[in-house]
């Protein structure tokens, strides 16, 4: 028996090696450890990738292998996550505490991911603890492979732009405020690529640029703009958009998107880049420069005013954001082709969060469960049948009434369900759900409590973008649609971070009996073990 296990696997590797071999590789050695930074002008110790903060952009191209050796140098576990990044039929990649044990310190332990069938702006950064407050984040952009046309003309050059909050407190004492039960406090500053103000982008008269702007805070919703210019919108995390203008644009906490920006061609002046926070009292602002080649005069004048605070404006705003239907992608067929508007729903979750006392400490919770992690991943209990680590559907459907309670909620899906599923935000605060594995048609914003009746007043049916992470405005609702096409244990989380810390986040198996490598590839044989399967 045992003898047979070990030469399927044996059979797996060959197959897969096989299956990649025609691929290029990217290889990269990632040492994490803690180092000074002084984003706002305070030292503090900050979460460094080979010496850099934020950490290096990583440039890759569709169905590249990329393979991320990580050195742990940090005194805590850590692993990371590559968020929008789909890791088809492998969420023993993905870098979350229900796939992964986490890396111990002072060890190491390598990622081997494949870009199968995406093209986009994506981010990375560190799952564990509060990590990402003292950073571990940066750019993840997989380009086009040259056969396939993007919907745009290739931009002289092309700037990763990560805009994130900022506190000046250490991560561990962000960390322990949230321990002992109180509110998490607002954040100081707001960052571009690491600095509230002073990052320069250097631009050529007359020139077209890609700017692909990420969220990569913590708590709050960016409004990003340039003054004296237009963005047309090209991507947004990984769907080719109709290229409407914008004189700014609302980034949520884990979106990106993209932006083609010509610059003028005459009377070369620098220019404010400009990111500030939503939703807000006060309004946190951070500058950058686009600084023309040419220019003596520095960026001056007003900012270019940002959007009213009415939540409206933005979900209108989220609205007009629609799929290129004819715009090729990494798919082998035009994105167009899949009707997603007329395939029928096996199933409807409705997710609300809210806040509670537990045990006398603040806790955020999704239909009444407050996630904790168990001691074993998720998905190692799954794979070596480790009872009493989850159950499935150990969170209901729809919001439940009564308290709220601690768990471990996994929701059980078939492999190829077609699932709706709604996000009902009760409370005053925006929130920003995320989903590891896939992303999903972004089909309605409506504000109030959702009803069925609302699908075909609301929903676009016709040509919603997809992406990974969808906002919901305060006392609102967001829809998604997904086709559960990705087999593994994938995480459905809060991108809000002292939320998803506190339990806002879950799990859903995407399942089926069949034991094969065309749905979903083994245990990798460096699976670090933990918890019930340490030996
Ligand atoms: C850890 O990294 C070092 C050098 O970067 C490498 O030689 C070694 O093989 C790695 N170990 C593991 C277990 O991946
Ligand atoms: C959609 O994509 C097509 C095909 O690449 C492109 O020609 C067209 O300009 C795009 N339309 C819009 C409105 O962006
Ligand atoms: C559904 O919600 C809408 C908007 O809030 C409301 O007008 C309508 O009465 C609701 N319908 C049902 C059946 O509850």
Not at 441 to 446: D, E, H, L, Q, R
Request: aromatic share 12%.
């Amino acid at each position: 028996m045992r003898q047979a296990i070990v030469l399927g696997i044996l059979a797996c590797l060959s197959l897969v090696s096989y299956v990649r071999a025609e691929d290029p590789y990217v290889y990269l050695n990632w040492v994490v450890e803690y180092g000074e930074i002084s984003p706002l002008d305070v030292k503090q110790r900050g979460i460094l990738i080979n010496g850099q903060f934020p950490g290096p952009t990583v440039n890759v191209v569709t169905n590249d292998n990329v393979i991320v050796n990580l050195e742990n140098k940090l005194d805590e576990p850590l692993l990371l996550t590559w968020n929008g990044v789909k890791q088809r039929k492998t969420s023993w990649q993905d870098g979350v505490l229900g796939t992964n044990c986490p890396i111990p310190p002072n060890s190491n332990w390598t990622y081997k991911m494949q870009m199968k069938d995406q093209i986009g702006t994506f981010t990375y950064f560190p799952s564990t603890l509060m990590h990402r407050a003292a950073g571990g984040f940066g750019g993840f952009n997989i380009l086009a492979r040259s056969v396939i046309p993007v919907p745009y003309p290739k931009p002289y050059e092309e700037f990763t732009v990560l805009v994130s909050d900022w506190w000046k407190k250490d991560h561990k004492e962000l960390q322990q405020i949230l321990d002992s039960g109180n509110p998490f406090p607002l954040p100081d500053g707001i960052l571009i690529n690491g600095k509230p103000r002073l990052t320069s982008f250097n631009v050529v008269p007359g020139q077209t640029y890609l700017f692909r702007v990420s969220n990569v805070g913590m708590t709050t919703s960016i409004n990003f703009r340039i003054q004296g210019h237009t963005l047309r919108l090209v991507e947004c995390e990984g769907s080719h958009t109709m290229q409407e203008m914008y004189e700014s644009l609302d980034i949520h906490v884990g979106q990106s998107s993209s932006f083609l920006v010509t610059v003028h061609s005459h009377n070369p002046k620098d220019y404010f880049i400009v990111a500030s926070t939503r939703f807000t009292k006060p309004i946190l602002t951070a500058t950058a420069v686009l600084h023309y080649q040419g220019s003596n005069s520095p960026a001056s004048g007003p900012l270019p005013v940002a959007p009213t605070y009415h939540v409206h404006w933005s979900m209108k705003q989220a609205r007009t954001v629609r799929w290129n239907l004819t715009a090729n992608a990494a798919r082998p067929n035009p994105q167009g082709s899949f009707h997603y508007g007329t395939i029928q729903v096996v199933r409807t979750i409705v997710l609300e969060n809210s806040a509670a006392k537990i045990n006398g400490k603040l806790r955020y919770a999704v239909n009444k469960v407050s996630y904790i992690n168990p001691d074993t991943p998720l998905k190692l209990a799954d794979y070596f049948n480790i009872p009493d680590v989850f159950t499935l559907n150990s969170i209901k459907d729809s919001p439940p009434a009564g308290p709220a309670a601690l768990g471990t909620s996994v929701v059980g899906t078939t492999l190829h369900d077609f699932v709706e599923i709604v996000f009902q935000n009760s409370e005053s605060t925006i929130q920003s759900w995320h989903l590891d594995g896939y992303d999903f048609w972004t089909v309605g914003f409506g504000s109030g409590k959702w009803n069925t009746t609302l699908r075909r007043r609301f929903y676009n049916y016709n040509d919603a973008p997809t992406r990974y992470t969808v906002q919901v405005y305060p006392y609102s609702w967001s829809a998604i649609l997904v086709s559960l096409d990705n087999k593994g244990m994938w995480n459905l989380r809060s991108a809000i971070w002292p939320r998803r810390y506190l339990g806002q986040e879950l799990y859903v198996r995407v399942w089926n009996d069949e034991r094969s490598l065309f749905t979903e590839y083994d245990i990798p044989p460096n699976a670090l073990l933990c918890g019930k399967v340490k030996h």
